[in-house]
């Protein structure tokens, strides 16, 4: 380490999980704060998205508490991999509340936020992070313990401030490049989302044409190369030696920390968590498996906009059985689906070029964090 520079553990330079004491000692009950949901915790950027205020007192009770100068990190899968990170600023009385799932860092006088910030955003990090995290599949959480035992280098203040603001800058230029090529990615998934936005016909209840289950067990029954593939409400399959289900279905995750539900179709022998529903089509309804699956992607921004739940975003049956569906004819089922397989096909080919763009930025990103705090800068 370089000369001038300490190793401290986190938790010896910052007060983890402020108390909302605090809070309460400095406003009234009908203050106004900002509210920061999960979908509100930035990706690659420092700033927390500030859309909502509400009055302190319908959230000091069930929210996580935060002032301006903390720093916010999501502790829960898979939005602590994802990177979901900000620091807090411009808060509304220069308080806020959000999600149960924020760890929040207060830096004592020794560390700057934009310091620490930038040292959490290290890929090593969070990689070392996920392996300590526990809970069952789908729900793991890192450890308080394991971030406040984690070691942080301390230079000097100065040179914290000199190296953040060559980070700034560096990742300013990253950023604009990474913006350019996901407007292209974009552009390929509105193509797709387009398209099935036109397709449309009678409208029929999708509960009136399916039959709705959930699997029944843990998130953590999951096993490494299983017999059979294990669905929960994660994006990834996980396998199982055991099967429940002999059929072709679709499958909807039924909760999500922050409600980017999921959808799967699947024909064969699998398994299923409980809060996975498992949809298949009563006997004799004219309606296509591949038709219903490109139905649900279609109605996905719904499903979140309905959803319920702090913490965790949860969909409740009646919300799905209640989802009005297109229903064309089975012979234009066939059609349209053909073409949009096509399509979705060639928009994940557009979708991958730019992701490649975007993973070769992220590893530059992750690049100069790390010679950053090897103390060679």
Not at 100 to 126: A, G, K, N, Q
Not at 140 to 168: C, G, H, M, W
């Amino acid at each position: 380490m370089k000369a001038g520079w300490q190793e401290k553990a986190i938790g010896d330079v910052c007060e983890i999980k402020p108390s909302k004491g605090e809070a309460r000692a400095l406003l009234k009950p009908k203050d106004l704060v900002s509210f920061v949901p999960m979908e509100d915790l930035p990706i690659g950027s420092k700033d927390l998205k500030l859309n909502q205020q509400r009055p302190l007192a319908d959230v000091v009770g069930g929210y996580t508490y935060f002032a301006n100068g903390d720093v916010l990190l999501a502790k829960i899968t898979p939005c602590f991999e994802n990177g979901k990170l900000g620091i807090a600023t411009n808060l509304t009385n220069g308080i806020g509340f959000g999600s149960s799932e924020y760890l929040v860092l207060r830096p004592d006088s020794s560390i700057t936020s934009e310091w620490l910030y930038y040292y959490l955003s290290r890929e090593s990090f969070r990689r070392e992070g996920a392996s300590r995290m526990a809970g069952a599949v789908g729900h793991k959480r890192v450890p308080q313990e394991f971030v406040a035992r984690y070691p942080i280098p301390v230079p000097p203040l100065s040179e914290q401030k000199r190296i953040v603001a060559i980070l700034d800058e560096a990742f300013e230029a990253i950023e604009v490049a990474k913006r350019n090529a996901k407007n292209s990615q974009q552009s390929a998934s509105e193509i797709f989302d387009s398209f099935l936005a036109e397709l449309e016909a009678q409208k029929v209840q999708l509960g009136d044409l399916v039959d709705i289950r959930t699997g029944k067990l843990d998130a953590n029954a999951a096993i490494e190369n299983g017999a059979y593939p294990f669905f929960t409400c994660a994006k990834e399959i996980y396998a199982i030696n055991e099967f429940a289900f002999d059929c072709e279905a679709i499958l909807l995750a039924g909760n999500n920390a922050v409600g980017d539900f999921n959808v799967k179709h699947y024909r064969g022998k699998f398994n299923a968590y409980q809060r996975t529903y498992v949809i298949t089509v009563k006997d004799g309804v004219p309606l296509t498996y591949r038709h219903l699956y490109f139905q649900l992607v279609k109605n996905l921004k719904t499903f979140k906009a309905a959803s319920v739940g702090s913490g965790t975003k949860f969909l409740k049956l009646p919300m799905i059985r209640g989802l009005p569906i297109s229903l064309p004819t089975l012979s234009e089922q066939l059609r349209i689906t053909g073409i949009v397989d096509k399509i979705a096909a060639y928009t994940e080919q557009l979708r991958k070029v730019n992701g490649d763009r975007i993973d070769r930025y992220i590893d530059l990103r992750n690049s100069i964090l790390s010679e950053a705090y090897s103390g060679s800068n």
